[in-house]
């Protein structure tokens, strides 16, 4: 590899001014942020340097959480989380804090975070004392929209999820799989373009591509719409300003107060930052119009399902929370689908030995692509199946901390009593790379996966992880 001493020290100068001002940079929003987050308290009726000062002290010394480690700044402001969301790197933070740490690390003025599979069943396992937490309010583009994601309301979200799970079953699936596969024969015609049995084509950015796939996918599975990605560029800029805008978004989940405030909302009309937003409900909106002005059941895709789902009383979604439902699918179904394809793809490339052992699998279970299919010959594939996990849990296409806020009477997180009020949460990829629970867990191993499985043994999955 060649090294240019040019680059080198530009990287190395860029480094430094990205140090000095990611400082400065977190002092000014530190201390707009703790301004914002105290405006929008309501104990906290009118703003003076003293009262800062006095949250300040509290959240540092006497908050419920002041006695877990912490960087400094996240003990004052959601400043310092709201940082990391912005450069994107809030799950690689929150593993090394643990790492430093230990298992609890205060992650915000109001947040915990706890890295152990107890702390995992004892906030997200059913029936735990807690609700979805305030972050998931920036997703929620416009009044009333929630989707089953954002619903923080628990009957609610319970209702919402029951109307999906009816919608979203095996059968739903199955009905697809032709769909799927002439997109799979699409994206491999388009991959080979240009190769010949003697010669590669030319490299592919894979991230790209698997994307234009699972928006092709998933627009044909949510909407019955064809969007052809794989086709033509002509609706690539939708991917170009989604990318800007999760920048932005990351930041807006790591500090709910600005949702609140409704900041973001107000800088979207002097900035560009919105527009994507904006852009891509305009697009999703004009699907979800065009599912309901079509006759009942000439419309194609799970949406029309949706449409006309009720639960035993009768109820259904109302006309706002429909849209939201179809968008977020589309949304959560095409990007974490396509980080994992990229994923796997990128393991394959760099581990030789992984990749000669699942293509012998592969040739030796089918003799000609057309006949992969669902059924049992692709279940026999073991190690296709131990790859994928394998994956997902390298490179987790969620990588970072869901958090639920702890209910009246507060919660007990692998031994430590939590008190009500309190954001916690499982960072999903420190708890991946965990080495108590994964041994060598930043090497890319799938035969990890692949011990016997006894069905009788309801822990085989927490079993064969260590
Ligand atoms: C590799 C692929 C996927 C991964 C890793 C993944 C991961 C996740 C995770 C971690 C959550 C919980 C998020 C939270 O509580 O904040 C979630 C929620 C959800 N995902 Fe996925 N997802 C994947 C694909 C999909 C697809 C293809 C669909 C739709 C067809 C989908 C629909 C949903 C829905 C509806 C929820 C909300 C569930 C609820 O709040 O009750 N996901 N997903």
């Not at 194609?300 to 449409?307: D, E, M, S, T």
């Not at 999903?428 to 890319?444: M, S, V």
């Amino acid at each position: 590899m060649h090294l240019n001493i040019d680059n080198t020290k530009r990287a190395v100068g860029m480094g430094i001014l990205r140090l000095s001002s990611f400082h400065i940079g977190i002092v000014i929003s530190a201390s707009i942020l703790l301004i914002s987050e105290l405006l929008t308290r309501s104990d906290v009726p009118s703003l003076t340097s003293l009262q800062i000062l006095c949250v300040s002290i509290y959240r540092v010394v006497f908050h419920p959480p002041a006695r877990y480690p912490r960087p400094f700044v996240a003990k004052i402001t959601d400043a310092y989380a709201g940082y990391h969301g912005w450069i994107g790197d809030v799950h690689l933070d929150a593993h090394q804090l643990h790492k430093k740490y230990g298992t609890f690390v205060r992650y915000g003025p109001n947040r915990l975070l706890v890295n152990s599979v107890n702390g995992l069943r004892d906030i997200y396992s059913h029936g735990k004392n807690v609700q979805k937490s305030t972050t998931y309010l920036p997703m929620v583009p416009r009044k009333n929209t929630w989707s089953t994601l954002t619903t923080i309301d628990k009957q609610h979200h319970r209702f919402k999820r029951g109307l999906l799970r009816s919608q979203l079953r095996n059968q739903q699936l199955e009905e697809s799989e032709p769909m799927m596969l002439q997109y799979i024969q699409k994206l491999c015609t388009k991959l080979s373009e240009g190769s010949t049995l003697q010669e590669a084509s030319e490299p592919r950015d894979m991230a790209q591509w698997c994307e234009f796939f699972t928006v092709d996918v998933m627009g044909s599975f949510t909407f019955g719409e064809e969007l052809g990605m794989l086709e033509s560029s002509e609706n690539h800029f939708v991917m170009d300003k989604l990318h800007k805008y999760s920048g932005m978004m990351g930041v807006s989940l790591q500090i709910p107060s600005l949702a609140k405030l409704k900041l973001e909302r107000i800088l979207g009309f002097l900035t560009t930052w919105t527009r994507p937003q904006r852009l891509w409900n305009a697009w999703t909106s004009a699907f979800a119009a065009r599912v309901l002005n079509t006759e009942p059941g000439c419309a194609k895709g799970i949406f029309p399902h949706i449409v006309a789902a009720r639960d035993r009383r009768g109820n259904q979604l109302k006309i706002e929370e429909l849209w939201a439902e179809g968008s977020f699918l589309l949304l959560a179904g095409f990007e974490t689908s396509a980080t994992t394809l990229a994923a796997l793809f990128f393991y394959l490339a760099h581990n030789p030995g992984a990749y000669a052992r699942l293509e012998a699998e592969i040739r030796s279970t089918f003799s000609n692509p057309s006949e992969i299919c669902t059924g049992s010959n692709l279940t026999s594939c073991v190690y296709l199946d131990a790859c994928i996990n394998e994956t997902m849990r390298m490179s987790p296409a969620t990588p970072g901390s869901p958090l639920r806020e702890v209910l009246r009477g507060g919660l007990v997180v692998d031994g430590q009593f939590v008190p009500p009020g309190i954001d916690v949460g499982c960072c999903i990829y420190a708890l991946h790379h965990h080495p108590e629970y994964f041994e060598d867990p930043d090497t890319f191993i799938p035969e990890r996966w692949m011990e016997a499985r006894d069905e009788n043994d309801t822990n085989w999955e927490e079993r064969l992880a260590r």
